[in-house]
């Protein structure tokens, strides 16, 4: 079955950088659209960026453009996501989702696979 797996979470300073990643197991990487999300405590869990099966298509939160880039190595079944500038409002669990289909929408029930989610938290 389909598995996912988040890592690269850690904790860090408000202005540094993270870079998260995705492994896909159990599917062909390029059928899948896929996206990040994250749920801070005490809030629902939310979009963040979503990358289409090419890599071509990609759509962000408006809370992190500019600042975050999802990206994705086909090869190596792996997506990214490029934290920079962290806030301290960016603190929250990532989750990473996989879709299949064509493309790369934003809300959350869209996404039949999860991951179990990597802890972000940067200090001020």
């Known amino acids: 079955q389909v598995q996912l797996v988040e890592s690269g979470g850690g904790l860090v300073q408000a202005g540094g950088s993270l870079r998260l990643s995705c492994a896909l197991s159990?599917?062909?990487?390029?059928?899948?659209?896929m996206g990040w999300f994250r749920q801070a405590p005490g809030k629902e869990r939310e979009f963040v960026a979503v990358?289409?099966?090419?890599?071509?298509?990609?759509d962000y939160a408006d809370s992190v453009k500019g600042r975050f880039s999802i990206s994705r190595d086909n090869a190596k079944n792996t997506m990214y996501l490029q934290m920079n500038s962290l806030k301290p409002e960016d603190t929250a669990v990532y989750y990473c989702?996989?879709?299949?289909?064509?493309?790369?929408?934003?809300?959350?029930?869209?996404?039949?696979?999860w991951g179990q989610g990597t802890q972000v938290t940067v200090s001020s």
């Open positions: 159990g599917g062909t990487f390029i059928s899948f659209g």
């Open positions: 989702a996989a879709r299949k289909g064509s493309s790369w929408p934003r809300a959350m029930d869209e996404y039949a696979y």
């Open positions: 990358i289409s099966w090419s890599g071509g298509g990609k």
